[in-house]
């Protein structure tokens, strides 16, 4: 079975400064996505970020990035330029290409606070 | 775009009682889901459906029932609540088992 860990149950960043937080996963799938969700207070499951597993190249989206390293089966998040707005929390998640569920497995997430 | 579309927001329910969760979404999402997320928790999966009339056990699919009677709508009923069942539940979903997947604003249900 897939399992997603992330092991920072909590974190901190001062504003303006740069975060990463951690995710490993176990699968014996060769294809399939990871993704970081973000969760405010809203409770709103809000997508950061995807990456596909055949891609080498490691995804962005602005100030979010990731390292995909597909060996080591981790996948951890780098918050650049950290801003108020981004204290939540963050879950990573996998989802197996194939097959018919295509349902999303999480991790127990990181609660990011972010320091004025 | 409304996307996924949760009711209610907030929900107390006596032991024993029973409720439906509604969910419905106006993208034309073929693949549908239903998730739990416990205090300090990830989601996890109580059912999902593939298509109109196709629902199947996810991992936590004890004290729910679900059915799927239109590509919009996919409700989720709880026949005997227990305090076991308070948790914030989120309906998702998406265009096929790949597509992205898109999550309503969850309904916070407490049972006590």
């Known amino acids: 079975a897939q399992t997603v860990t992330q092991s920072q149950p909590e974190m901190s960043v001062q504003e303006a400064e740069t975060v990463t937080l951690s995710c490993t996963y176990d699968?014996?799938?060769?294809?399939?996505?990871l993704f970081w969700y973000k969760q405010p207070p809203s409770r709103q499951m809000i997508l950061v970020i995807r990456q596909e597993a055949y891609k080498q190249q490691n995804a962005t989206e602005n100030r979010f990035s990731v390292n995909f390293q597909k060996a080591a089966k981790s996948f951890s998040l780098k918050i650049s330029d950290s801003q108020l707005g981004d204290a939540a929390m963050y879950f990573c998640?996998?989802?197996?290409?194939?097959?018919?569920?295509?349902?999303?497995?999480f991790g127990k997430g990181t609660k990011l606070s972010v320091k004025p | 775009n409304a996307g996924v579309t949760q009711t209610p927001k907030f929900r107390i329910l006596k032991i024993g009682q029973s409720m439906t969760l509604q969910c419905t979404q106006d993208m034309n999402h073929n693949y549908m889901y239903w998730y739990r997320q416990d205090p300090g928790m990830g989601l996890k999966l109580i059912y999902y459906s593939v298509g109109a009339g196709i629902t199947d056990k996810g991992e936590v699919p004890n004290g729910y029932n679900v059915s799927r009677s239109t590509t919009e709508d996919f409700p989720l009923r709880l026949e005997l609540a227990a305090p076991s069942q308070t948790s914030v539940y989120f309906c998702?979903?998406?265009?096929?088992?790949?597509?992205?997947?898109?999550f309503g604003q969850g309904t916070r249900l407490t049972v006590v």
């Open positions: 998702a979903s998406s265009y096929g088992g790949g597509g992205l997947a898109f």
């Open positions: 998640a996998y989802r197996f290409s194939g097959g018919s569920q295509g349902n999303l497995i």
């Open positions: 699968t014996s799938e060769s294809d399939y996505y």
